[in-house]
């Protein structure tokens, strides 16, 4: 009676763990583990483009981030529907750009994932990144 419940909560559990892991993932370059986060076969859309499959998403991430002295990405109001071995993850997403020791740019966007369970457990296997705002470059103010 109660497994179907904790089940519920773990893979609740496990799919914001992997929204909070992916924003680690761009913000310290971990790209060695994109495969504990994304299937073989991902789709991600973004404003820098499409990529299709493991080598082609690490390729964008660094095409939009490693220009960057450091990135902070943080996800919020995460909404999670789960229907068996898929699911879908709503997110919010506020990212400050380093541009240089005095100034940042900030952008804002929804991330929509869809995620499936694997042997190993969750994996996103495609993600629509859709723009809200951007900022030109910003001083810093302390």
């Keep these: 009676m109660t497994e179907t419940p904790i089940r519920a909560l773990a893979d609740r559990a496990e799919l914001a763990e992997l929204v909070a892991r992916h924003s680690v993932w761009l913000d310290e370059g971990r790209y060695d583990e994109t495969g504990r986060l994304f299937t073989e076969d991902v789709v991600v859309t973004s404003l820098r483009g499409e990529a299709r499959g493991i080598e082609a998403l690490v390729e964008l991430a ?19 529907d789960v229907d068996g071995d898929t699911a879908t993850v709503r997110a919010h997403d506020i990212a400050v750009f380093v541009l240089d020791d005095k100034t940042e740019a900030v952008a804002a966007g929804v991330h929509h994932y869809r995620a499936r369970r694997t042997a190993h457990g969750w994996r996103f296997d495609h993600l629509v990144i859709t723009p809200v705002a951007l900022t030109e470059a910003l001083g810093r103010a302390l």
């Design 62 to 80: 660094r095409s939009g981030h490693d220009t960057y002295v450091r990135t902070l990405h943080s996800k919020a109001n995460l909404v999670i």
